[in-house]
């Protein structure tokens, strides 16, 4: 069955930029209602404010940190008491952290990096699913990445917690078969955002990009709405680096070869997000500052 957006409800997690805000835009354009989702309420209060502008309905700002446990049953519940109901759930807040296994290991940052990235969707989708499945309507899509499939040094911790959320969207899709609930899985490559020009400062980042296509979030967020009325499983973005997925030894083998070289001595922890360490703000601001 077609999931139709005009005249229902979706929560967006992240949407206080980068691709979670241009889908935030996008949905609103396609007559969604919204419940939008990040720690910086400014940003989000913007986002609100231009999605009005445009003509859209008036969005619920429901400010929250989800790498703290407990924060995303509680959004989950705040949002169906704002919006009434929940029928599309776009899990895309996440973060990064730079820094080797021996350096980062079971660290805070490490836990913190995990709740948002992996244990935050879980949580959201055990809060929200139950009430889409009453109404056998709706829809969960999981952001993922291709980091999910390579690793690289210094970003392990990362492409763990996409690899875990991976696993979790697909096995979600098998647990609700039998449901007319529907699971979009996007691996997003390199997109341009703060997340990416974080990732450009870390030890090899920019070795690995450079061979890579770039994406760009107002292409990705049209890719997001057509897969959910055509009911799309998963997709890759940029389309041309779909083969990672398919090939994951290959990518794996290439992935290391390109990063033949890196320091990987380094011994520094480089938290990303818009809370995340020095470098990680001043590429991020570098990013949102450009012309
Ligand atoms: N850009 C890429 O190349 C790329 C590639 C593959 C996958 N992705 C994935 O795409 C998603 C969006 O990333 P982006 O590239 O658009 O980066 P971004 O601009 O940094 O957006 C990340 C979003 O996540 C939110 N977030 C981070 N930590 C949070 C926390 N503790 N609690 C609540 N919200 C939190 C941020 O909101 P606040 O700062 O307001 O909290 C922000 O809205 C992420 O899941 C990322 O892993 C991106």
């Not at 077609?2 to 935030?24: F, P």
């Not at 997003?188 to 770039?214: H, I, N, Q």
């Not at 011994?267 to 809370?275: E, I």
């Amino acid at each position: 069955m077609k999931i139709e957006l005009k005249g229902n409800k979706a929560l967006v997690t992240g949407a206080s930029s980068g691709i979670g805000r241009a889908l935030a835009k996008s949905l609103a354009r396609a007559g969604m209602g919204l419940a939008i989702s990040g720690r910086r309420k400014d940003a989000l209060d913007s986002l609100a404010k231009e999605i009005v502008d445009a003509g859209g309905e008036a969005p619920v700002v429901l400010t929250a940190d989800l790498s703290q446990r407990g924060e995303a049953e509680r959004l989950g519940a705040r949002a169906i008491e704002a919006l009434g109901r929940v029928d599309v759930l776009v899990n895309n807040a996440g973060v990064g952290i730079g820094g080797s296994q021996v350096v980062v290991a079971d660290d805070d940052e490490a836990r913190t990096l995990f709740e948002t990235n992996y244990w935050s969707p879980l949580a959201l989708t055990r809060a929200l699913v139950p009430g889409m499945r009453h109404r056998n309507r709706g829809a969960i899509v999981n952001i993922s990445s291709i980091g999910s499939v390579t690793p690289m040094p210094l970003a392990g911790h990362y492409s763990s917690s996409k690899a875990a959320l991976s696993l979790a969207t697909e096995t979600l899709r098998m647990e609700l078969r039998d449901t007319d609930l529907h699971v979009l899985h996007v691996l997003p490559g390199p997109v341009e955002t703060g997340m990416l020009a974080e990732f450009k400062v870390v030890p090899g980042g920019e070795k690995v990009l450079a061979s890579m296509p770039r994406g760009n979030v107002e292409t990705l967020a049209k890719k997001i709405i057509r897969g959910l009325e055509k009911r799309t499983r998963a997709f890759v973005y940029p389309g041309s680096l779909a083969i990672v997925r398919h090939l994951p030894t290959i990518a794996v083998r290439a992935t290391a070869i390109a990063t033949r070289g890196v320091d990987v001595s380094d011994q520094r922890k480089l938290m990303g997000g818009s809370s995340g360490g020095e470098l990680a703000l001043k590429a991020r601001a570098a990013f949102e500052n450009r012309a």
